[in-house]
T-cell receptor, first 110, second 116 residues
Framework: QKEVEQNSGPLSVPEGAIASLNCTYS??????FFWYRQYSGKSPELIMS????GDKEDGRFTAQLNKASQYVSLLIRDSQPSDSATYLC??????????FGSGTRLLVRP | EAGVAQSPRYKIIEKRQSVAFWCNPI?????LYWYQQILGQGPKLLIQ????????DSQLPKDRFSAERLKGVDSTLKIQPAKLEDSAVYLC??????????????FGEGSRLTVL
């Protein structure tokens, strides 16, 4: 079992729709959760962090965390073609080590 | 503020040859990471430094990979001898601290290695 699992996609949504990206993790001791965006040929950049159960909103992005289900998600409202990228879920374990999932590729169709 | 600098950006070598990558983190960042990203996969942590000490190198193939961070600033990652499966992008990242609630890593542009 991978430590951080994501559906590789691609997830294709029309412009203006809500894109929903999901991530599960195996280590119950994980305490910090992050979403990074990676454009093709570029390096990852942090877009959201979440540390407690519930929702956290930042502009068009909402991160959701459910520690009991070991589940993290990212919602992107009013998706734009510029949101087309790979979204990496990252989980920080008690050892301070940041583990990345393999990413979900998002395609937003104009 | 200058970002994380890496060089070279691209390197092509034959298998069994050696290669070295250099990274200069953001000024003042105590923690430095080397990640390996194979095409289609997420970044995999190879080694994490806190100042000039190693925090984690559990996934570093120590028979062929080595890394150092002299004086707690810039770092070098070396591969010797290279194998075909080492073809990947080597990402250097830095962060101000390495606490539980700090997951913001600033990545360099990466060094793309092709082993023929």
């Amino acid at each position: 079992q991978k430590e951080v699992e994501q559906n590789s996609g691609p997830l294709s949504v029309p412009e203006g729709a809500i894109a929903s990206l999901n991530c599960t993790y195996s280590d119950r001791g994980s305490q910090s959760f992050f979403w990074y965006r990676q454009y093709s040929g570029k390096s990852p950049e942090l877009i959201m962090s979440i540390y407690s159960n519930g929702d956290k909103e930042d502009g068009r992005f909402t991160a959701q965390l459910n520690k009991a289900s070991q589940y993290v998600s990212l919602l992107i409202r009013d998706s734009q073609p510029s949101d087309s990228a790979t979204y990496l879920c990252a989980v920080k374990r008690s050892s301070y080590k940041l583990i990345f999932g393999s990413g979900t590729r998002l395609l937003v169709r104009p | 503020e200058a970002g994380v600098a890496q060089s070279p950006r691209y390197k092509i070598i034959e298998k069994r040859q050696s290669v070295a990558f250099w990274c200069n983190p953001i000024s003042g960042h105590a923690t430095l990471y080397w990640y390996q990203q194979i095409l289609g996969q997420g970044p995999k942590l190879l080694i994490q430094f806190q100042n000039n000490g190693v925090v984690d190198d559990s996934q570093l193939p120590k028979d062929r990979f080595s890394a150092e961070r002299l004086k707690g600033v810039d770092s070098t990652l070396k591969i010797q001898p290279a194998k075909l499966e080492d073809s990947a992008v080597y990402l250097c990242a830095s962060s101000l601290v390495a606490g539980l609630n700090t997951g913001e890593l600033f990545f360099g542009e990466g060094s793309r290695l092709t082993v023929l």
